[in-house]
């Protein structure tokens, strides 16, 4: 019988794998939802180099995450994905467009809330591992 920390570790290393290959499979989608959310802040130019370079960032973040999952380092997982949730919260906020191109094509979630909800178990469950981390270690 799997305990929470494994069904934890197994539940997010399935979704950080599908984002990884999502983004990798069609990078257009969070190209243009980067292009979105930073053209406010920047001209044309600058914006197109700087959503490649989120991009790139991106998929060295993902790959970082699932790394200390499976090495245990919940603690660092939770740090690197922070931001992200912060990203939804301010797209949530502002109304910037719904796909932020997470998934790439494998799937998509259809709201903001449910961009912000789905972001929020995440970092609910980044918590408790690295909670049951934690207790583990002062336990031993």
Known sequence: ??????????????V???????KILSPEIILSFIIAFTFELFQFAVTQFIAKLIYFIALL?????????????????????IPIWFVSLFAYLYNLPVDCGCFGEIFTLPTHISHLIFNTI???SLSINFYLEKKSISIK
Request: aromatic residues 12%; charged residues 5%; proline residues 0%.
């Open 1 to 14: 019988m799997l305990n929470i920390y494994t069904t934890n570790v197994i539940f997010l290393i399935i």
């Open 16 to 22: 950080f794998v599908l984002a990884l290959i999502g």
């Open 61 to 81: 973040l993902i790959i970082n995450i699932i790394a200390n999952l499976v090495w245990k380092k919940s603690l660092v997982s939770l740090i690197l994905f």
């Open 122 to 124: 995440i970092l609910l």
